[in-house]
């Protein structure tokens, strides 16, 4: 009898992304192959996107997740790729999702390259969460109704896209925190452009505004707070609109 045994890596390995072909020209192709990946449940999916705020700028098309196609052993292809730098979402067979950013950043070169992500081990008690101790938690209020959604749009001049593709394609919510939410608490995360996290508090009388990635959050219900859909613990990154 066989059964699945859990791959681990080396401490501190994360995952590598070896592109063995890479098209930049004819709408671009693109193959490639994950190795070192924590788990004995497998890969469900591998799925690319420009990397959100490339250059300074938002492309809704080029951002969007585009899943990739598995026909061939452990080999993951894609064609119509949009421009790098290039992010990819890789999903386990228990449905656990890491984003390794930023990992390929030249259109047509191949080669393997070590991405910054990494599934914590499934045997760890600790899951998801432990896998995150380097960040403290951090508890934040998400509206539940799309006019607080249209209205951050009129307010801050960098939502003023397509909320529900924005939404959509960034996997983000627009975030309120009461009045006296800390700045303090979000000095240790990473903007979606990777860079650090520049804070401006908003007006005395207002709420501070953040945009803010669940890909590596776990989410739960908590009932009875006012005005509040989900807790989101702990944070991956943060963008905080110009204020």
């Keep these: 009898m066989y059964r699945p045994v859990e791959c681990r890596p080396p401490a501190g390995t994360n995952i590598t992304v070896t592109v063995s072909d890479y098209r930049a020209s004819d709408g671009g192709w693109l193959r490639l192959m994950l190795s070192n990946v924590v788990g004995g449940s497998g890969i469900q999916s591998v799925e690319a996107r420009q990397t959100p705020l490339a250059g300074g700028k938002l492309d809704i098309v080029a951002s969007a997740w585009r899943r990739m196609h598995n026909q061939h052993g452990a080999a993951w292809e894609l064609s119509g790729i949009p421009l790098p730098p290039l ?5 386990d067979g228990v449905g656990r999702q890491v ?8 259109a047509g070169l191949t080669g393997s390259f070590n991405s910054s992500a990494q599934f914590p081990l499934e045997s760890s008690p600790a899951g998801l969460e432990g896998a995150l101790t380097s960040t403290d938690p951090l508890i934040i209020f998400a509206p539940r109704n799309s006019s607080a959604w249209m209205q951050a749009v009129g307010q801050f001049p960098l939502l003023r896209y397509d909320a529900e593709a924005l939404r959509t394609t960034l996997l983000q919510h627009i975030i309120v925190g009461p009045q006296d939410f800390s700045s303090s608490m979000l000095m240790h995360y990473d903007t979606l452009s990777g860079l650090p996290l520049s804070i401006k508090k908003a007006a005395a009388n207002s709420s501070t505004l953040l945009i803010v990635s669940q890909a590596s959050a776990a989410s739960t219900l908590q009932e009875g707070v006012e005005t509040c859909a989900s807790l989101l613990f702990p944070v991956s990154s943060v963008l905080l609109p110009s204020i």
């Design 99 to 106: 984003i390794a950013r930023r990992v390929i950043i030249e």
């Design 87 to 91: 992010d990819l979402r890789v999903t």
